[in-house]
């Protein structure tokens, strides 16, 4: 590679047979209204050119630039390899393996209740379960983990195959592992017997829940950010008495199809312990044992009809917490989601759990590509704080604009979901979401042109004053009167029922009157309508107070 210094040019000179691009800017051409340098202030200048500034981009008022959507990917995470049944050999072999699956059936059964009765003996009387189980208690667990791994072999695991091995819990008192089928939990229960964390719903399952809470399992609803700080914490206490076990975490929060890693969750990083991470791979040719969009009985019968299943566990040298606590979390988790990809010799992506949750709704709504609406939601989340929940409420009013099989919704059907007539207003809406300028917007579009709008500041204080302008009592309701002339004021033609259409959704509870909580959450939910207030907030003479608020929104 060559050697550059300070003085060597960033670009190397063009040969004279390439071919040059010439700009010619033409002094006397009015200023572009994209340019930064000529940005100036509507107020400030004659109406026309307010006109230019807001007919390209109906969010100029907020501050609000052209943005950009990154390509879509065309990885899934998430997709089982072989759903169905395929080829003549898979078929013979399924019911050579029925009378068998008979016999593994028998085995997995009987495993399964001596395994609960013994846990159910270990967990007798056991009342102090903020501190670590008792060792006479951990010694019945044993009779528990043996049958664990029983259990594996049932389901066609006779071997597996193992590199490296544990390091001591006083070494390395969290262990993270990527996360592909229910397998991994019951073999490291059997090789490790670790506190794990899981999710609160865990708990109601029948034997299982009985048996991960002798794991002293940390419960955590990965929507409550009091539950995540408060599990966190727990994992905090565990890692640093030795008397615990280790801490085993799954960082990417579901099952994958094991092509890729995606995006770690923070919660195994913030203490700043040392970790191992763990490897699991599972070599198929006929069956992919991940457990991805297929049913959990229709997985097990498949690996009961298996005359073998490949498990490969690779354990990873330790990565050390940052000595620099200025390097966050964020930082340990990368090194170690690289590790684990370079090992497993695959990509970390920025999809998420978020993606799963938009994948099963688009799926359940029978969308012919359900795939097409995952948007690696780990990258919004970080850039826009969007919740996932608020990315699958965004998706069904996606859904109820009608997109064709592709996932795109054009304009028609665009403007009749947020109940807009085909208008300039709407045509810019439009166009702003439209990036490609294809005349259709994708899911992924959408969501980052929504998310994009309610990240900018000014938006709630937008929201603010638009419900000040129709709170002319001054009693934190919104005269549906001046609502609808607001309205009128950015579409002018607008029939009775179109404005009826509208006022009904901002009257979210129905009740025949729109509180300000009405109005608030309506343009939470469809953040993209604010656009509708545009010209009464740049237009409008407020008071003192009102107006240092618009100088800020202009």
């Not at 590679?1 to 060597?8: I, P, Q, W």
């Not at 307010?50 to 969010?59: A, E, G, R, W």
């Not at 072989?82 to 059936?105: N, Q």
Request: charged residues 20%; neutral net charge.
């Amino acid at each position: 590679m060559a050697e550059y210094d300070l003085t060597s040019p960033l670009l190397s000179p063009r040969s004279s047979d390439q071919p040059q691009t010439v700009l010619t800017v033409d002094e006397d051409s009015e200023p572009s209204d994209q340019s930064p340098s000529n940005h100036q202030p509507p107020h400030q200048t004659h109406n026309d050119e307010k006109t230019t500034l807001t007919s390209s981009n109906p969010y100029a008022f907020l501050g609000s630039d052209a943005h950009s959507v990154p390509a879509p990917t065309t990885v899934d995470p998430f997709r089982n390899g072989t759903p169905f049944i395929s080829g003549v050999y898979e078929a013979v072999k399924i019911v050579l393996c029925l009378p068998i699956m008979l016999l593994r059936l028998v085995l997995f059964g009987a495993c399964l209740a001596v395994g609960y009765i013994a846990t159910r003996i270990a967990l007798e009387g056991w009342k102090d379960k903020q501190n670590p189980m008792p060792k006479w208690r951990c010694r019945i667990m044993w009779v528990t983990r043996i049958c664990a791994r029983f259990i594996l072999f049932s389901f066609g695991y006779q071997w597996i195959r193992r590199k490296g091995k544990p390091a001591p819990r006083e070494i390395a008192p969290i262990v993270v592992s990527n996360h592909v089928s229910y397998i991994e939990p019951i073999f490291y229960f059997y090789e490790l017997f670790p506190t794990i964390v899981a999710s609160e719903s865990h708990d109601s399952m029948p034997f299982v829940g009985t048996i991960i809470r002798a794991m002293q399992v940390i419960y955590v609803n990965r929507f409550s950010p009091a539950s995540r700080k408060n599990a966190v914490n727990e994992i905090k206490r565990r890692a640093s008495c030795d008397k615990f076990p280790r801490v085993l975490l799954f960082p990417e929060g579901t099952t994958t199809n094991g092509k890729v890693l995606i995006s770690f969750q923070l919660g195994a990083f913030i203490p700043g312990h040392p970790i191992q991470p763990i490897i699991v791979r599972y070599p198929h040719v006929h069956f992919d044992q991940s457990w991805g969009l297929i049913s959990l009985a229709k997985l097990m019968f498949r690996m009961f009809t298996q005359f073998h299943n490949y498990m490969e566990v690779e354990y990873l040298p330790i990565i050390m917490p940052p000595d620099n606590e200025k390097l966050s979390a964020v930082h340990f988790a990368e090194r170690t989601g690289q590790a684990m990809a370079s090992a497993l010799n695959v990509v970390q992506t920025s999809h998420s759990y978020g993606d799963l949750m938009l994948l099963m709704k688009a799926a359940e709504l029978q969308q012919e590509r359900p795939w097409s609406y995952m948007v690696e939601m780990a990258r919004i989340e970080s850039l826009y704080h969007i919740s996932s929940l608020e990315a699958v409420d965004f998706l069904d009013k996606f859904l109820s604009m009608n997109p064709d099989t592709s996932g795109c919704v054009k304009l028609h059907d665009f403007s009749r979901g947020l109940r807009l007539k085909a208008c300039k207003l709407s045509e810019e809406i439009f166009g702003f979401l439209d990036v490609e300028k294809n005349g259709s917007i994708t899911f992924k579009q959408f969501l980052f042109g929504v998310a994009h709008v309610m990240k900018k500041p000014l938006f709630m204080q937008a929201c603010e004053l638009a419900f000040a302008e129709c709170d002319v009592r001054g009693d934190n309701y919104c005269m549906k009167e001046e609502l609808s002339n607001i309205l009128r004021h950015a579409i002018p033609d607008l029939n009775e029922d179109e404005v009826h259409g509208l006022l009904n959704l901002f009257d979210s509870n129905n009740d025949g009157r729109i509180s300000r909580d009405d109005f608030i959450t309506c343009l939470r939910k469809n953040p993209l309508l604010i656009a509708l207030f545009s010209p009464r907030l740049l237009q409008k003479d407020f008071s003192r107070g009102g107006d240092r608020m618009l100088q800020d929104i202009v």
